[in-house]
């Protein structure tokens, strides 16, 4: 049955409603995924084939589309942000809001987008106060059909290195591809994430069994050298190599 859903995510962050926008709209690597800009101007084009609604630098851009290519879940789908200044321009409050319609799995599909919005906005500033507006080499990586089990995602904070009582914040050497040591402070954890920041990089892990799909990692490479065809290499024999001995 086709039932509306929305989603808001409400936060303040270190930086400015310009380096905000240029987050959201041109720079989405750095935290999500990279996407083409938007057309900058009411009725452009912009991502997933949606259109612009409201277009308002730096304050508010909107993108709706009643279409939604290649997800048979859902039909309408809109994204708006609204960005206030804060403490005279050096800071900035953020309101972000997903909606749309979902046309079959109400509950499992509600679920797993509210809990990914909270992941990406929390990578969105960590990638703001920390990496903004440097260049990004991204990958996104699935697991193997095992890594899809219920209980998959258990494994992971293991195989990372991560004792069961490391809570964000913590600073950790992690276990990275080939047992390489992996500098890190862990910023985010509960069961169905875990989000490691090093120097240069934000490395993300998804537990995505939770609703039937594979674990997967992504890899936001800040490095001046980085090297994004190395990095999915190394990191999915690590992914492979957890669920193959699962």
Known sequence: ?????????????????????????????????????????????GPFGSTITVWDPPHRYTNRVEDVEGISQQT?????????????????????????????????????????????????????????????????????????????FTAVGPALGLADDIEPGARVRARGPQGRPVDAVVDFRNPYFIGLRTDTALLRFFGRNHWGAPVGISVHDFAPDADAKANGAAWQGWLDGIFSRS
């Open 76 to 152: 309408a789908n809109q994204l708006d942000y609204t960005i206030e200044p804060r403490d005279a321009g050096r800071h900035a409050w953020v309101r972000y809001v997903h909606s749309g319609i979902f046309v079959d799995d109400w509950d499992n599909q509600y679920d797993g987008a509210h809990r990914h919005t909270e992941f990406y906005m929390h990578t969105l500033r960590e990638y703001l106060v920390h990496f903004a507006p440097r260049p990004v080499a991204f990958i996104s990586l699935d697991g193997p059909e095992a890594s899809s089990a219920a209980d998959a």
């Open 1 to 45: 049955m086709a039932k509306e859903f929305e989603i808001v995510s409400e936060f303040d962050v270190d930086a400015t409603p310009e380096e905000v926008w240029q987050a959201v709209t041109s720079g989405t690597g750095g935290y999500l995924w990279p996407m083409e800009p938007p057309e900058p101007r009411v009725g452009g084009q």
